[in-house]
């Protein structure tokens, strides 16, 4: 498909190189790339503990598998919040204690990511660092499950050589997600590419999710850009969910309420049922993790 | 919404404008903006009578509600086949005698509309015309349904003012079409922009529908395409479908078989009923038109 | 270099085709592609006859070689200023024969086209109607010079295909014109692609001129901008010049004031002079023509 | 001249914070924002001692006032030569040693930046780490120099932010570089954006280059560029020379050999003229530094 100087070297990430899809393993509710979509929920930032434990259970108990929460805060302006760091990390981790779901945030610093995999299970790179070479290498070193964002002017050649960085240094466990690029429309934050999850599925094994939050870049547009998303093919969804979305210290335009993100799933179930998919997680009896 | 200099005269096409969505109606099985969610379907390019009949024939059968077929293309060279002309009108009536489907096919000249009208119902502006306002004035003084694509390059305001420029001349029934704009990523055609279906939903009461064929460029992007746009909420989908793909004499590369395009109506349908709608066209027991 | 379904048959457009660089030849004091470059300057829009004399002249006393000035003015939103029209011709050939600058406008309907032909030289087919082939064809077949603006999404393979749509019908006096592309930055109206220049140097014989007031879209950008694409290698520059631009009916913002444009022409003047060429059309003792 | 959300904080590199332009000292020939130009050139990557100083010497005969060269590369492939490393900066040391030219050189890892500065005058953040913000405040510790390429899709307000960031830690010499960004357009590698140079006068006191090498892909582009950057009011340009550049281990064919450089050395300096500045450093009685 891609054109252009192929790699000598046959990549890791590319569809021939395995027989079939892979699949990422967070336990055994939250496999990437399997018959069940995996949808991530939580705040843009943790804001403090309650407000996150009352966020992960919102989730939980409308089918999400994952929860999200960033504690390191790249922010475009050095003036705004930058995430609340460490304490953060300790919240999270009490989070997934109190309601089983694993656990992804994203780190922007290679000298974090040491301290990071003692709390997570899966490690985030924003579109902002997809071609931070430095940290890929260094999430490549680790354990950790790794969800890699699309840069905002990567092409998908160029997404599929960052997993690459990671593959490279012997992490396979790579989960890719496409969050909208940067186009001439203004109307919605980013301009969501939905064909590269069936191109991406072409060209490579590896699982690919779809961010409708930061492409929407507003609540109205989340759900409608979710539905998409599971119809198009998307193995999950990571989706922004805060108590208050008015009073959130980042990104709160995108943000649904707990009732927003229950329709949300209730409704994506039903498209991944076309499918023959299943979304949300059903009630659990007792905490399974 | 839309930030910048708004007009001063009240916009036709704009959502507060009306109390409700407007219907676009060509007969009782065909009505843009309803419950019933339309899919037109058809050659790129009418290459002579047997094959427009058989394709008409086949859509139908597979539920398409309308028939598409170019008699005059619009080609990026001067040197490509250019559409076979006004026999290929003739063949676009034959067809609809034939099956019922209403016809739209695309005008290109403000000379040629008063002759178009006499052969089909509703008649296309396609994304390179979108702003060539003498065609949109034309076309805007007949009694015609107007079927309007985006262009490449053109912003959801800008898309909505071209439609202004059909209804100040009088027409009212316009239809907006999102078929992918250019963006810097090659691995499909063009970048299908789903979210400009729920931003036009907020911001025009007009009925939105959407081309999978031309935004992915090749089939294998068709039909996960297609999906997604009847997920995020189009209220149809312009589809084409060619006897025999690898012969077609205009891109034969994104045309769906027969097989292909009857595959995509049955999947199509069931992400309709998610959203309480229906797409597929009944099996008729007579001719109905 | 562009890689690609090369055309079958010999473009007329491409470098190989001729020996070397064409020349588009209005007078002998205005001649595209040769070692003087051609500035044509004036307003945007024909608002008056007093308003056309005054600019004419003072464009003509800094330098100009023709004058531009818009009769017919495609307009996003129908309910903008759309030009005088037919009186706006006369007023053009009124200060041809003042000023004895040669005259451009834009036709934007191929109906216009025979009727424009007799007020001016050099027909102008603007950037969002690269991609309208009836009207490319229908200027083909006059005698008239034309100046041929790149659309806003077209690429250059494309823009030299536009250019082959006229020349296709045996009119070669064919002049072209980067004006800008639309990306995601809006700091300036479009982005100049400078690189157009040279690029186009090597693919075509044709001229190429550059438009920096509607790349820039506002004064102060105009001049560093006119500079740029003379130090570019540009055979010439389109200038909106106006007699009050706070007071003009379109595009005022961008619009130099007739100081402003003198100011242009000595830099510009200046530029020309490193690349072996001159600019500005020294004073003339007679009126000649 | 930006809209949207202004920072409450007063920022550092906005135009008003300082009466007048800033100047960015290296040594008495080499001051960025000044009258004099600063032209950095030198090889993509370091890839020997002999060959670095051979560029250095021939670099510095043809009028630069500076030395780049890349000891750590980030590459978009993994698979691709990622640069020397250390022994380039040893290399680099030795060549500013002999020619008494400042060095510039890449850091792309927060962990890098110690050691680097004990070897260069200044610190290149890349495209791709424009919003590294690890990286900026690590480089914003420092009291060396730091040069700062605009991100392929970053509008230029974010740019300024991102300066913004590095001068948020203290360090207030910063030096802008528009390099181009990611369009639609494939001719050129990416598109230059020389409107860039104007606005960011208007926004910023920093000092503004422009890199033509990158942007143009290919050498016959950068001549013209260059001198279309001088022209539209850059304080300087970087440029990539390499003595043999068909073998060069990265970025070959943008690569001026030293007799082009030396052309485009005698070009800009004429086109520098026109705005009453010079580019050229004029060649040394002894060696100074």
Redesign the interface.
């Known amino acids: ?3 252009g100087s192929a ?3 046959p990549m890791s990430a590319s569809a021939p190189s395995r027989p079939r899809s892979s699949r990422v393993y967070l336990n055994h509710h939250c496999v990437f790339g399997g018959r069940e979509l995996v949808v991530i929920a939580g705040p843009c930032a943790v804001e403090g503990e309650e407000m996150l434990l009352d966020t992960a259970r919102a989730v939980r108990q409308a089918g999400a598998r994952m929860l999200r929460g960033g504690a390191f805060k ?7 919040f930058q995430g609340m760091g460490e304490p953060a990390l300790e919240f999270l981790a009490a989070a997934r204690r109190a309601t089983g779901l694993p656990v992804v945030t994203e780190v ?4 974090q990511v040491e301290r990071v995999v003692e709390y997570v299970e899966m490690l985030q790179i924003g579109a ?2 997809m ?5 890929l290498a260094e999430v490549g070193r680790t354990c950790r499950q790794v969800l890699l964002k699309r ?3 990567a ?4 997404f599929l ?1 960052a997993a ?2 990671i593959m ?1 240094q012997g992490n396979q466990a790579v989960v890719l997600c496409e969050r909208g ?8 934050r980013f ?9 991406l599925k ?1 060209e490579t094994h590896l699982p690919v999710i779809v961010d409708p939050s930061h ?2 870049g507003r609540a ?2 989340v759900l ?2 979710a ?7 998307a193995d999950g969804l990571i989706v922004e969910v805060h108590p208050a979305p008015e009073q959130a210290k980042s990104d709160g335009a995108q943000a649904l309420t707990f009732e927003a993100f229950a329709d949300l799933m209730r ?1 994506v179930d ?2 991944a049922a ?1 499918l023959g998919r299943a979304a949300a997680l059903p009630p659990l009896a007792e905490a399974e993790t």
Chains 1, 2, 3, 4 share one sequence.
């Open positions: 498909m891609f054109t790699p000598a070297t790249p922010r475009t302006s050095p003036y705004s922007c610093d290679p000298r902002r660092n071609q931070n070479f430095s940290l840069g905002l002017a092409t998908l050649r160029e050589l690459e960085h490279a690029i940067r186009t001439f429309e203004t109307a919605s301009t969501l590419d939905l064909a590269a999850v069936p191109v072409e492409a929407g109205s547009l409608p850009l539905r998409a998303a599971v119809a198009v093919g409704q039903r498209c076309v």
